[in-house]
């Protein structure tokens, strides 16, 4: 494929030149950082998002798949833009466009976060391409001439120290500075296809009306008529703005557990006695680590005795040891996300603290190794005997069971949150099972 790098630089779409205001007030600073959410109505002829077939003059070429997909980000977790090119008369471009109101100075672009998210899918992409991954563009303007910048993954190096795109696995790619950025025209002092650091454009390119007219994400022309590559990117980080694909919902979970060691009926707070708090399910937060009843989610909660029975008392030793089995469930919901390689990361808490030996846990019929977690908690990462993965419509359970190993001395809260292949495998995806009641 030997035309395959000398064909990634792209060029602005007619529809895009026509959807670009005809006058454009430069911006000479950019405001704080806000969170855009891109959905698939966002994205077409008619929304802030521009595909290459909106453009009229593209009638009869073959098109790429430019779409909001279920695919989840490794940030949010809630979806991605889904581009891709497979082997036509000639591989084509797929690409999604974004203009501003107004001419976003380099230099100020330069000055704040400016970076992406990317994945390349291996199996459905050309091993050559793979490394090339999607661009992050920037059409514009540098000394009253007109052209697009690309940012060039193979020549970078991701937040990981790896160079170019590695297939089947999310980077973050941050972008100015010293990233390279190819040209599409000769601008300047810098020729048509030539790679230079961002700061030198944003130093070059300091004429009136000079800067970025909007945003690209790209996968460029292949230049082989068997090439294909299968991409995902999100969270474009450009002029203080991130913009976040995503699907209309998310995941929801919950625990579910009954006792297996029965509590006296006529003495609620005897030995062995079980609740659950209820609670309505929450919207996962993208920041959570872990989930307690600090976090505002009512865990399913496991009580044994008072110390009250064998050996009498409210503080007795000879309590009895408390049981229970049951179930945590994740949903997507038909319009939710894809996740990737899932597990489970479970809670346990306890007022006063737990030690690893104060109670046994069994996920899926098999021991679980529980480790000290912080403000006395125990936790435990469960994952699937064979891979298992978490698609719109999908339910993914894991079956525990938990047994207080000493008298007990206050209810053995369970709390559990979804994992995920992000940046790397098993990543928290903020979305906590709240307890339910049996």
Same mark, same amino acid.
């Given at each position: 494929?030997?035309?395959?790098?000398?064909?990634?630089?792209?060029?602005?779409?007619?529809?895009?030149?026509?959807?670009?205001?005809?006058?454009?007030?430069?911006?000479?600073?950019?405001?704080?950082?806000?969170?855009?959410?891109?959905?698939?109505?966002?994205?077409?002829?008619?929304?802030?998002?521009?595909?290459?077939?909106?453009?009229?003059?593209?009638?009869?070429?073959?098109?790429?798949?430019?779409?909001?997909?279920?695919?989840?980000?490794?940030?949010?977790?809630?979806?991605?833009?889904?581009?891709?090119?497979?082997?036509?008369?000639?591989?084509?471009?797929?690409?999604?466009?974004?203009?501003?109101?107004?001419?976003?100075?380099?230099?100020?672009?330069?000055?704040?976060?400016?970076?992406?998210?990317?994945?390349?899918?291996?199996?459905?992409?050309?091993?050559?391409?793979?490394?090339?991954?999607?661009?992050?563009?920037?059409?514009?303007?540098?000394?009253?001439?007109?052209?697009?910048?690309? &940012?060039?993954?193979?020549?970078?190096?991701?937040?990981?120290?790896?160079?170019?795109?590695?297939?089947?696995?999310?980077?973050? &790619?941050?972008?100015?500075?010293?990233?390279?950025?190819?040209?599409?025209?000769?601008?300047?002092?810098?020729?048509?296809?030539?790679?230079?650091?961002?700061?030198?454009?944003?130093?070059?390119?300091?004429?009136?009306?000079?800067?970025?007219?909007?945003?690209?994400?790209?996968?460029?022309?292949?230049?082989?008529?068997?090439?294909?590559?299968?991409?995902?990117?999100?969270?474009?980080?450009?002029?203080?703005?991130?913009?976040?694909?995503?699907?209309?919902?998310?995941?929801?979970?919950?625990?579910?557990?009954?006792?297996?060691?029965?509590?006296?009926?006529?003495?609620?707070?005897?030995?062995?006695?079980?609740?659950?708090?209820?609670?309505?399910?929450?919207?996962?937060?993208?920041?959570?680590?872990?989930?307690?009843?600090?976090?505002?989610?009512?865990?399913?909660?496991?009580?044994?005795?008072?110390?009250?029975?064998?050996?009498?008392?409210?503080?007795?030793?000879?309590?009895?040891?408390?049981?229970?089995?049951?179930?945590?469930?994740?949903?997507?919901?038909?319009?939710?996300?894809?996740?990737?390689?899932?597990?489970?990361?479970?809670?346990?808490?306890?007022?006063?603290?737990?030690?690893?030996?104060?109670?046994?846990?069994?996920?899926?019929?098999?021991?679980?190794?529980?480790?000290?977690?912080?403000?006395?908690?125990?936790?435990?990462?469960?994952?699937?005997?064979?891979?298992?993965?978490?698609?719109?419509?999908?339910?993914?359970?894991?079956?525990?069971?938990?047994?207080?190993?000493?008298?007990?001395?206050?209810?053995?809260?369970?709390?559990?949150?979804?994992?995920?292949?992000?940046?790397?495998?098993?990543?928290?995806?903020?979305?906590?099972?709240?307890?339910?009641?049996?």
């Amino acid at each position: 494929m030997p035309r395959l790098a000398a064909c990634f630089a792209a060029s602005l779409t007619t529809a895009a030149v026509l959807a670009v205001p005809a006058v454009l007030a430069p911006a000479t600073a950019s405001a704080a950082v806000v969170h855009q959410r891109v959905t698939a109505a966002d994205l077409g002829p008619q929304g802030p998002w521009l595909r290459l077939q909106d453009d009229p003059s593209n009638a009869g070429r073959p098109n790429g798949v430019q779409e909001v997909a279920p695919f989840a980000d490794p940030v949010r977790f809630n979806g991605s833009l889904h581009l891709s090119v497979a082997g036509a008369a000639q591989a084509q471009q797929a690409q999604a466009a974004h203009y501003f109101n107004r001419v976003a100075g380099f230099a100020a672009i330069g000055a704040n976060p400016l970076s992406y998210d990317m994945y390349v899918r291996g199996w459905t992409s050309t091993p050559s391409a793979v490394t090339f991954g999607a661009n992050l563009q920037l059409p514009g303007f540098c000394q009253g001439a007109f052209t697009t910048l690309s &940012f060039q993954p193979q020549l970078a190096t991701d937040a990981q120290g790896r160079t170019g795109a590695v297939a089947d696995t999310w980077r973050h &790619f941050d972008a100015g500075g010293a990233a390279l950025w190819r040209t599409s025209r000769a601008v300047g002092t810098f020729a048509a296809g030539s790679d230079h650091p961002f700061s030198d454009y944003a130093a070059a390119c300091n004429a009136a009306g000079d800067g970025a007219i909007g945003v690209i994400a790209n996968v460029g022309r292949l230049g082989d008529a068997a090439a294909s590559l299968d991409t995902y990117v999100d969270n474009l980080t450009v002029n203080g703005t991130v913009y976040d694909f995503a699907v209309a919902r998310t995941a929801t979970g919950r625990v579910d557990l009954t006792p297996t060691v029965p509590g006296d009926p006529g003495n609620p707070g005897g030995p062995g006695t079980w609740s659950a708090d209820g609670s309505s399910s929450a919207a996962p937060s993208a920041q959570a680590a872990q989930a307690s009843p600090a976090d505002g989610v009512a865990p399913a909660a496991l009580k044994g005795g008072n110390g009250g029975g064998s050996g009498g008392g409210n503080g007795g030793g000879g309590g009895a040891a408390c049981s229970a089995e049951g179930t945590v469930t994740f949903t997507s919901p038909a319009d939710g996300p894809f996740y990737s390689s899932v597990g489970t990361r479970l809670t346990l808490s306890r007022k006063g603290g737990l030690a690893p030996d104060d109670v046994t846990l069994t996920a899926n019929g098999e021991p679980v190794s529980l480790a000290e977690g912080p403000g006395g908690t125990l936790v435990a990462t469960v994952t699937p005997p064979t891979v298992v993965d978490l698609g719109p419509g999908g339910t993914y359970r894991t079956t525990i069971a938990l047994t207080c190993n000493q008298p007990a001395a206050g209810p053995v809260s369970v709390a559990a949150e979804l994992l995920a292949q992000g940046y790397e495998p098993l990543q928290p995806t903020g979305v906590v099972a709240t307890a339910g009641r049996r």
